[in-house]
């Protein structure tokens, strides 16, 4: 049985984007960044010119990503958070091709692209499947 962090990883790579928690003035927030796994990491590529990535470097973030509004109980839904320490980084070319194609415009401005990683430090993976059998080789 994969631990929760492998677990996590799998998930994570069959979706494209989550949410990034931090705190900004004191205060809590969310921002939707599109994400990739390499080697036991997560790279986060956001806008620039929203300056939410400031926030989140050199900051403890928590990262979530999940399935609930494409599958059903009955297909297996899952949510993964993984939390841990965030860094600016300029990805290789080989990262920057799993990204895929970097968006045009962001709310009508350039896309500007910033590059984070976030080696996480736990992992937290909650599945929901209609049935008796809680098994997770079912969504899997």
């Not at 806008?47 to 973030?61: E, L, P």
Request: with cysteine.
């Amino acid at each position: 049985m994969p631990t929760d962090e492998q677990l996590a990883f799998e998930l994570l790579s069959r979706s494209d984007y989550g949410r990034v928690a931090t705190s900004m003035r004191a205060l809590p927030f969310l921002a939707a960044a599109r994400h990739i796994v390499v080697d036991g990491k997560i790279l986060l590529r956001m806008h620039k010119g929203y300056g939410y990535h400031q926030a989140c470097i050199g900051s403890v973030v928590a990262y979530g990503a999940d399935n609930l509004n494409s599958a059903t109980a009955r297909d297996g839904q899952w949510t993964v958070q993984l939390v841990g320490v965030c860094e600016a980084v300029e990805p290789t070319n080989a990262e920057l091709e799993l990204f895929g194609p970097t968006p045009h415009f962001a709310d009508g401005e350039l896309f500007d692209p910033v590059y984070l990683r976030i080696e996480p430090q736990f992992a937290t993976v909650h599945t929901l499947k209609a049935g008796h059998d809680r098994s997770l080789q079912y969504i899997l």
